[in-house]
T-cell receptor
Framework: AQKVTQAQTEISVVEKEDVTLDCVYE???????LFWYKQPPSGELVFLIR??????QNEISGRYSWNFQKSTSSFNFTITASQVVDSAVYFC???????????????FGAGTRLAVHP | SAVISQKPSRDICQRGTSLTIQCQVD?????MFWYRQQPGQSLTLIAT?????????ESGFVIDKFPISRPNLTFSTLTVSNMSPEDSSIYLC???????????FGPGTRLTVL
């Protein structure tokens, strides 16, 4: 069965520290997608990244970077030089692809609440 | 990416009443999804809304409690029926836009049931 585990419930850091949010997933399929979403205090869910199971290349976007390792079924998210505006709940999610097209439901992890203090 | 809007953004309702939440997408999409996020919790899928067919409900969610409509490729509604305080949650709709499996989310409807 599909499952996403975010073991870190809450993380508290001081501004400018680097922080890594862990995500471990379980799936029996060879084709799947992994996602990270950010939920700031306002409540909306902001898409950050999508990665398919065939692309293990790490990705960097500004202060954000993602490390995908199929060998350990992990898709970790690092924020470099954190800022107060990074304070939010971050969700990792898994979706299995449909070969016929369309979209499958997202299985979300429990989320990690990140607090960045000045 | 799609722009998704929801109405209302928040509401306070009395026990036993019903509330219909609207979700509008700025482009045509195949599937729309409705999620519930209980206070301090993660998101749980309620149902998948397909245009022209009945919605597909996840385990633990039933049509009588959460009827869904999908009249066209850009719009869907979720009704929370016969509400109780346990229904107090954020309800979010999402949609896929064609660029792979990325789902974009609406801003959510924050529901409080007294």
């Amino acid at each position: 069965a599909q499952k996403v585990t975010q073991a870190q419930t809450e993380i508290s850091v001081v501004e400018k520290e680097d922080v890594t949010l862990d995500c471990v997933y379980e799936t029996r399929d060879t084709t799947y997608y992994l996602f990270w979403y950010k939920q700031p205090p306002s409540g909306e869910l902001v898409f950050l990244i999508r990665r398919n199971s065939f692309d293990e290349q790490n990705e960097i976007s500004g202060r954000y970077s993602w490390n995908f390792q199929k060998s350990t079924s992990s898709f970790n998210f690092t924020i470099t030089a954190s800022q107060v505006v990074d304070s939010a709940v971050y969700f990792c999610a898994l979706s299995e692809a449909q070969f016929s097209g369309g979209y499958n439901k997202l299985i979300f992890g429990a989320g990690t609440r990140l607090a960045v203090h000045p | 990416s799609a722009v998704i809007s929801q109405k209302p953004s928040r509401d306070i309702c009395q026990r036993g009443t019903s509330l219909t939440i609207q979700c509008q997408v700025d482009s045509q999409v195949t599937m729309m999804f409705w999620y519930r996020q209980q206070p301090g919790q993660s998101l749980t899928l309620i149902a998948t809304a397909n245009q022209g067919s009945e919605a597909t409900y996840e385990s633990g969610f039933v049509i009588d409690k959460f009827p869904i409509s999908r009249p066209n490729l850009t719009f869907s509604t979720l009704t929370v029926s016969n509400m109780s305080p346990e229904d107090s949650s954020i309800y979010l709709c999402s949609a896929g836009t064609g660029d792979g499996d990325t789902q974009y989310f609406g801003p959510g409807t924050r529901l409080t049931v007294l």
